[in-house]
């Protein structure tokens, strides 16, 4: 009888261990903050504007085309290879795609879709590039870690990998699946994407363990580039994207695939992740958890339209704050897109008028690409709807991008060309921004 009572409770703390383990996982978190990157590249605001023009298939003006060619100050063979991307038409979509032999390389073993499993909560460092031009994050896919840059405007999570050629490959780390355990090919299955200036990446398609600052996926889609366009093995500190936006983006073929938070959301305490991204200051993506102490007040929560795939809300009124008071301006209501993958704030018409309309000195610059002033004039703040729910201020001293010859720089906020607003890191910089999965909504306050 006491051997039965022992063995019976015995098995019953084993059995309260387990279903209790869950609960402690899900209510973990993990908290790394983003680091300077030590590459700095500086800034170029014409190219920027045009890989968000790009990006959004939006018809390209001709004065920024010819200003890109025009402009031999930096990097200039990057600017050149980016314009003739356009002109050329780059082949991804045909260049470059396996052949059906290639799509179930010998030696790994076979996988089918299914759903995949995560735990716990977690953050990720965000490491800034070329000054702010970019937020790369640590990502380890099958134990190897790769530095991606975390895009909440597409779906694909794709990497470079030993499946490039050694001059594609150039000196980028790359993902090698023989070297993971847990690599499967998705048999049958290959993507093909476009990005901001014109810039590409197609290959292979498979399954793997992905570990994101402690929150781990099973059966992650990992998109595998067999060929990618000059403009990213150029940018030799980042390894690939990881998308944030919702699947209907996702490029892989025959059968679409979940973006890595749609399939950690199920299990995480809270279904969101957070962008926390700062200017010269750390700042973090956290997932399933939201740190009241970053912000001021409360979070304002704006709906958001999936329809299209984006992080997507309405924008009807802005102002601007010149210091002797502000007063929005009703304009035509808009749609904007919260994009971490865009670095400048791509607005309407009226607002970017409006806003430049109180900049002496302001102007659009056909011999620079965009709106450009004086870099010793103080910029104001600005003022935008979201939603219609919350007044988002974007600083002004972020709205000063760049200096691009002499005194003149270049602006942070341009006017779109197409019928989407883009707000991108010049726009989060003054913004914590939480992502909830659960209702699609997007909660917004000023950092803290």
């Known amino acids: 009888m006491r051997f039965l009572l022992l063995s019976l409770l015995v098995f019953g703390l084993v059995g309260q261990w387990v279903t209790g383990a869950p609960t402690r996982i899900q209510k973990r978190t993990f908290k790394v903050e983003r680091v300077r990157n030590q590459y700095f590249k500086g800034r170029h605001g014409p190219k920027e504007l045009f890989k968000a023009y790009r990006k959004y ?44 032999q290639a799509l179930h390389p010998p030696g790994f073993p076979e996988a089918q879709p299914e759903p995949a499993t995560s735990q716990a909560t977690g953050s990720v460092a965000a490491i800034p590039e070329g000054n702010d031009i970019e937020y790369l994050a640590p990502v380890d896919i099958g134990g190897q870690t790769l530095n991606l840059d975390f895009d909440t405007g597409s779906s694909d ?191 309407s018409q009226e607002i970017s008028d409006g806003y430049y309309s109180k900049v002496p000195g302001a102007r659009n610059d056909d011999g620079i690409g965009g709106m450009t002033f004086p870099c010793d004039t103080p910029l104001p703040d600005l003022f935008v709807d979201v939603g219609g729910v919350y007044t988002a201020r974007v600083k002004g001293e972020d709205i000063n991008f760049s200096r691009v010859q002499g005194n003149t720089c270049f602006g942070g906020v341009q006017p779109t060309t197409g019928d989407l607003q883009i707000w991108g890191d010049v726009f989060f910089k003054s913004q914590f921004v939480a992502f909830n999965g659960g209702n699609n909504t997007l909660g917004m306050a000023q950092h803290a």
Do not use: C
């Not at 390209?60 to 010819?66: C, G, I, S, W, Y």
């Not at 025009?70 to 780059?90: G, H, I, L, Y």
């Not at 499946?163 to 993507?191: C, D, I, K, W, Y």
């Not at 991204?277 to 997932?287: T, V």
């Open 157 to 347: 999570l794709w990497v470079f990998s030993t499946e490039l050629s050694r001059n594609e490959a150039g000196r980028h780390q790359v993902f090698n699946p023989q070297q993971s355990v847990s690599f499967q090919t998705l048999r049958g299955h290959t993507f093909s994407i476009q990005y901001g200036d014109g810039s590409g990446a197609s290959g292979v398609v498979g399954l793997d363990v992905v570990n994101i600052g402690g929150v781990m996926v099973d059966q992650q889609a990992v998109e595998l580039a067999t060929k990618v366009s000059q403009s990213f093995v150029d940018d030799v500190e980042n390894n690939g994207l990881l998308g944030l936006a919702f699947s209907q983006l996702n490029t892989v073929t025959p059968t679409k695939q979940k973006t890595f938070f749609e399939n950690v959301l199920p299990s995480l305490a809270e279904p969101l992740f957070t962008a926390d991204l700062r200017h010269d200051a750390p700042g973090a993506y956290e997932f399933g958890r939201i740190d009241a102490s970053k912000f001021v007040g409360d979070l304002a929560w704006i709906p958001v339209n999936k329809t299209r795939g984006f992080w997507q809300f309405s924008t009807s009124s802005f102002g601007v704050d010149t210091g002797s008071g502000l007063a929005l301006q009703t304009t035509p209501t808009g749609q904007a897109i919260a994009d971490t993958g865009t670095t400048l704030m791509v607005v």
């Open 57 to 100: 298939h939006m018809p390209l003006p001709p004065a920024l085309l010819e200003a890109l060619r025009n402009q031999t100050n930096r990097d200039p063979s990057a600017s050149t290879a980016a314009v003739e991307d356009v002109q050329t038409k780059w082949e991804g979509q045909n260049r470059g795609r396996p052949q059906p």
